[in-house]
């Protein structure tokens, strides 16, 4: 099991390059696109290597999978998100890539595929009627998100707050790292500061009142924030809540983002997670703090050029949709 972790780790956390702006300071998206067409044997390099990739960092996981082998990491990302391995490895250029073939059983199997002498294209068309007030609230919230100041205060207290005074912990397979007393010592020590929604609907039910914000479902796309673990994970959900007329790459980066804030997420979590070859980020104390903030800010610097292209296929998607 330490060695599945390990090879996750070494695939994604590579990253040192710095993003030179911050969200908040992001110019303005261009809607304006230009079409590209791509000749059959580049696209088929193209999609090799997104399946290879998406094997590399999948297959071991899917062999313990096989074996009921619980990942508690990645697990997460599976079943709380609803995309499954297979979609994630299945290859989309996205709208506005024209593919050149000449054979047509070689293309994706995609039924969102028009062709027109000898090139197939996403059809922004197909995308349903009943989810174009989705798409705009989807795109509203990202745009409010990526537009807001970040805030890295939280230091992680919601796993925290999960857990306070309960007998009933939401991972209950997983051993605890501190007795129940201390742990809710330590909680009732530290504001709760959470921004988002849906981390906070798992708090328990006296750790709610003590959260500084009051956060519901109505007013989710006002508080998101671009600082947040939880709201830069999520940019896997509203990536693939658009495929295939999103490219399978960009979704594939908003899920290495995602597994890589999740580590994180339980790394600085009450749970022990050393079995798994994790050693934990000790919120409890100052270094431990120090080490999850400077983590926190590195997620919202790789978050903020995915989020943004994101808004932009989203607003591209939707203005082709309109105009169809």
Known sequence: ?????????????NSTDSIPYLCYMLSEIQDKETQET?????????????????DELLDDYL???SRQEKNPVVDFLFEYYAFRPASLRRWSPGIDVNLEYSDPEQLPELSEFSMNDGQAFINPEFFPDKRLSALEWMLMMLENTQNSRPSFGCF???EWAMVYKTDRPRHNQ?????????????????PLLCTHFDAFRFFTKPAKPMNKYELSR????????????????????????????????????????????????????????????????????????????QKQEMIFEKGCPIREAIIS???RLLMLKKNS
Request: with cysteine; glycine share 4%.
């Open 1 to 13: 099991m330490q060695n599945l972790i390990f090879n996750f780790q070494s695939s994604i956390f």
């Open 38 to 54: 791509i000749p059959q044997a580049e696209w088929i390099i193209k999609k090799t290597s997104h399946e290879q990739r998406v």
């Open 63 to 65: 062999e313990a999978r």
């Open 156 to 158: 992680g207290m919601h």
């Open 174 to 190: 997983l051993p605890l790292r501190m007795e129940p007393e201390p742990l809710a010592e330590f909680v009732e020590s530290r």
């Open 218 to 293: 109505e007013e989710f796309h006002n508080t998101e924030q671009p600082g947040c673990i939880h709201s830069n994970m999520d940019l896997y959900k509203w990536a693939f809540k658009i495929y295939p007329w999103i490219s399978s790459d960009l979704v594939l980066e908003a899920f290495e983002l995602a597994l890589e804030a999740r580590y994180i997420d339980m790394q600085a979590s009450p749970y022990d997670m050393r079995e798994f070859g994790m050693e934990p980020i000790k919120i409890e104390t100052e270094e431990g703090r120090r080490v999850y903030k």
């Open 313 to 315: 296929k989203m607003r």
